[in-house]
């Protein structure tokens, strides 16, 4: 995979991460929005296609010899039946073709990376998966192009289309193809002291070719308005972390979002992790988007035990105003596959439990989510919204060993049971398979 300059690994605690990240085992593989961001993601070799061409370039230039050339595939079934009966379906194979060169006199390197949809079964009445374009449209795009300056782990910037992974803002890897941005940073990782500064003008989403302004993408048509993010992370030692990030969208929406963390022996063999997170979020400027005030917090606990995970969280939203995300996945402890569960004035508990095999060649893995969410209202009229019930479950198969190491297939399930009575579900096949060429 191309390494971003925020990026992230592990495995999550958000639904945006959860989607794109394998079962964890334990609380120190459990990683939330402060873990993954201002982190830089490894590629991960798992056989070279051609170690002969890889061979001779060991003797050539920095820039050819630790060049990397990836196609990453991904097939991905989905359909959702919504409340009003109405059916999204797709199924569609693609991926992304990666290639990154090594450092230039030892300071500068270029990367690109083209994604591609393509519709095996997209029936035109039943769109909106978001696995492709409007009106089941196939996907082609090169989503990032970029130069990369400097060193990540001192001084690090990059500059133009990328991926990031940021509270709020993010690639949101959820279906075929990830959100990608237009970004302009700087950043240091690595250090337990890290930063990041940048200024995003475009977003490209997953169901899109286009690159559109970040303003337009908000909501308000027609306008050219970027965001500017600033962030830093410290680890305070003993398994303690501390995140502070702020998103600010010129005359549209500013996001602060603070977030810490700590882990700790429970017994033996067993440990847990306490999070906490809280976001505020307010129209700034001309306020294109709507004129509001709102915010949430959340509280996470986790213990583990012979790679079984429990997982307890409540989260609770302001009566200002719904939590808005659209230039990527919520960091929202209870944000789920079919609701977020932030509307204003709403509360939610979550239940998880997760089971990965422990053995070189145990390859099954599961994690099963419950979300109860209550006493939202509309924000605008201050009517009561339907109690929702959320039951989520995701089976991997992901071979440590043999032949089929690097295969990746995910099937997911989504059921969400609203008060008054009209409910929704969903599923989703995925599956993802690695060839690095060089």
Known sequence: ??????????????????????????????????????????????????????????TKPAWLRDLSFDFNLR??????????????????LGG???LVTGKFANFARVGFSYYGSYGLYAPEEREGSRLL????ENLGVLGQAYLELGTLEKLGARLYRQTLEWPYLNKRDNRMIPNTHEAYQIGRLGTGRDFGISHVTKIKRRDSERFVPMSEA?????????????????NLGQGRNLGVFNNYGWDTYNTAYVEASWIGPLARRSDYRVSAQFTDQRSVGD???????????GIALAADRRGMLFK???????????IRNPWGGSPSYNSMMLENFSRASEKSLRFSFSWTGRGNRDALSGIVNLVTGWDAIDADTGLSLPDVT?????????????????????????????????????????????????
């Open 75 to 92: 097939s991905y079934y989905y359909k959702q039946v919504n409340r009003t009966d109405r059916i999204n379906e797709a199924l569609a």
């Open 390 to 438: 959320e039951y989520d479950f995701t089976a991997d198969y992901k071979p440590r060993s043999g032949r089929s190491k690097g295969l990746w297939l995910r099937l997911r399930g989504a059921y969400a049971n609203y008060e008054e009575g009209r409910d929704r579900w969903n599923v989703r096949v995925i599956l993802n398979y690695p060839f690095n060429f060089l």
């Open 312 to 322: 307890l969280s409540y989260t609770q939203t302001d009566k200002g105003g719904v």
């Open 96 to 98: 992304e073709l990666a």
């Open 1 to 58: 995979m191309v390494v971003p300059l925020l990026a992230s690994r592990g495995v999550s605690a958000a639904e945006y991460i959860r989607a794109q990240t394998p079962i964890p085992a334990s609380v120190e593989e459990l990683q939330t929005t402060l873990d993954v961001s201002l982190e830089k993601e490894e590629r991960v070799v798992e056989k070279v296609v051609f170690e002969k061409l890889k061979r001779r370039l060991e």
């Open 287 to 297: 306020a294109l988007v709507g004129d509001f005030n709102t915010d949430a917090f």
């Open 218 to 234: 908000a909501g308000a048509p027609g306008t050219d308005k970027g965001v500017t993010t600033a962030g830093m992370k410290l």
């Open 133 to 136: 374009g409007p009106d089941q």
